[in-house]
């Protein structure tokens, strides 16, 4: 799971932009304006017959300071990304 929901910096942070485009998902934030430092991304490559699925999640963060549920406020009704 991506430690991103959980951040209070989600809705600001370029990394968050970049894997919600990966993941082709609505953004929080058209312009974010937070660099994140040092973070750490998993991406997991999965096969299904011909088509190759891609999930990238941030797992570390130097920057990473926890705001629990922040995502899910934003997004209040959503099914928070796993």
């Known amino acids: 799971m991506c430690i991103c929901v959980n951040c209070h910096y989600v809705d600001r942070c ?3 932009h970049a894997v919600e485009h990966q993941h082709q998902q609505p953004h929080l934030t058209e312009f974010p304006d937070f660099e994140a430092i040092e973070p750490t991304i998993n991406v997991n490559i999965r096969h299904q017959g011909d088509i190759i ?8 963060c130097q920057s990473f300071k926890q705001e629990m549920g922040k995502w899910a406020r934003l997004r209040p009704g ?5």
Do not use: F, I, S
């Not at 699925?53 to 570390?60: A, I, P, Y």
């Open 78 to 82: 959503e099914l928070v990304p796993t």
């Open 53 to 60: 699925e891609m999930e990238w999640d941030v797992v570390g």
């Open 14 to 16: 370029t990394t968050y």
